[in-house]
Structures are given as structure tokens and as C-alpha cells.
């Protein structure tokens, strides 16, 4: 996969609709069956802000929620979202692109306009994007979302290690984790998911 089409399928993730297979398991005569339920889920950014949104009174659930209940992290998936956006802005205002009228316009015009930046440009965007991706994924699903307590963040960012308690978010279906007071993020794609998973577990250990 090259570079643009990195760009091009993270940013599809996180503005386009996309086909979601549940499978469940159905009994006939004895037998059993694997069938699947299919349903149509919005882009990643328009559910990190449905998350934000509380059931109705209807009994209707946001997206990856559950009827009669709330997020618990409300608030941080609104600051995220609009963090993100404000981040996607600057991207366009740097390019000098036309600002669109949701941020999902804004990246689908990054998308356009990456064929005209360097490899070093190409390479940025491809960052922010990811990370825009995964701070998505961990914040969307906040029924599987692991906090674990007392424990300082690892990332370090220009030599500088954040250290911060208390601000990892892990999403344990996902794989992906963020720290949402420095920004850093981990995941299974490359395997950092798994060496914050180990830090985790020692300092854990350590505190027991």
C-alpha cells in the first residue's frame, strides 16, 4: 500500500459509511447455524459524536451504545471531536484549502489536495490521521474502555516523558489506547499496544 492510499483509507474510516457483519448463532433442527447481522455504521468521526449524545426517551441508543444509557466519558468525546476538528482546520488552512462545512469535508479535501504534497508533507498528514483514527476508536466504543488507575503515561514526546496519571484510555476490543493529556497513541497495527499492555501490567505489579 502506498502512502496515498494509507491517507485515502484512514480517511474513509473516519468520514464514510461502512458495512458492520455481527455474527450470531441460530439453532434449526439440531443444527447449528452462523448467520450474520448486517448493519450500515456511520464514519468514525460522525460516531464519536453520536457518542456524546444521551439515549432518547424513545429507548433508542446512540451509535455503539446502549438504550437507556449514557457514556461515561461524554465530555471528553465532545473535546476530542471538536480537538480533531480544529486540527483538520489548521491542515486546511495550512494548504490553502476552502473550509467546508463539516469536518468530514474538511479531510476528504486533505485527501484531494495529498497528491500535491512531498513525501515529508505526505508523511505528516499520514501521522495525524492515524492518530485522529485511533483517538476515534478508543473514545467510540466506551463500553469496553479500560482506565487503568495510578498509572503515569509512558509516551515521550521531544525527550520529554508526559508522566501523567490517571489520562490512559484503553479500548480492549479495539486494541488501541490514547492518553488524552498528551495526545500519544497505541495501538495493534504496529505492535505499540502491546509494549504499553507490558508497562502497564509492571507497574501494576509494582503497586501491588
Known amino acids: 500500500m502506498t502512502m496515498l492510499?494509507?491517507?485515502?483509507?484512514?480517511?474513509d474510516q473516519l468520514t464514510e459509511p461502512h458495512m458492520h457483519r455481527e455474527p450470531y448463532t441460530l439453532w434449526v433442527n439440531r443444527n447449528r447455524k452462523t448467520l450474520h447481522h448486517v448493519t450500515v455504521q456511520?464514519?468514525?468521526l460522525a460516531q464519536l459524536y453520536q457518542s456524546v449524545i444521551p439515549a432518547s426517551s424513545s429507548g433508542d441508543?446512540?451509535?455503539?451504545?446502549?438504550?437507556?444509557?449514557?457514556?461515561?466519558?461524554?465530555?471528553?468525546a465532545l473535546s476530542r471531536h471538536d480537538e480533531i476538528a480544529m486540527l483538520v482546520m489548521g491542515w486546511c488552512e495550512e494548504l490553502r484549502l476552502p473550509l467546508r462545512v463539516s469536518v468530514e469535508s474538511n479531510v476528504r479535501a486533505l485527501v484531494g489536495a495529498a497528491p500535491t504534497l512531498d513525501n515529508e508533507g505526505q508523511?505528516?498528514?499520514?501521522?495525524?490521521?492515524?492518530?485522529?483514527?485511533?483517538?476515534?476508536?478508543?473514545?467510540?466504543?466506551?463500553?469496553h474502555l479500560y482506565q487503568p488507575r495510578g498509572i503515569p503515561c509512558i509516551a515521550i514526546t521531544d525527550g520529554v516523558q508526559c508522566e501523567q496519571?490517571?489520562?490512559?484510555?484503553?479500548?480492549?476490543?479495539?486494541?488501541?489506547?490514547?492518553?488524552k493529556a498528551c495526545g500519544a497513541t497505541w495501538s495493534d497495527d504496529d505492535g505499540s499496544i502491546s509494549v504499553l499492555a507490558d508497562y502497564i501490567r509492571r507497574r501494576s505489579d509494582r503497586v501491588a
Do not use: F, Q
Not at 5 to 11: G, P, S, V, Y
Not at 61 to 76: D, F, I, K
Not at 125 to 134: F, G, I, K
Open 5 to 11: 492510499d494509507a491517507i485515502r483509507d484512514l480517511a
Open 42 to 44: 456511520p464514519g468514525l
Open 61 to 76: 441508543a446512540p451509535a455503539g451504545g446502549v438504550p437507556g444509557s449514557r457514556p461515561p466519558l461524554a465530555l471528553e
Open 123 to 143: 508523511r505528516d498528514l499520514l501521522a495525524a490521521l492515524r492518530r485522529w483514527r485511533h483517538w476515534c476508536a478508543v473514545l467510540t466504543d466506551w463500553e
Open 165 to 179: 496519571s490517571n489520562t490512559l484510555r484503553i479500548n480492549l476490543t479495539a486494541k488501541t489506547a490514547m492518553c
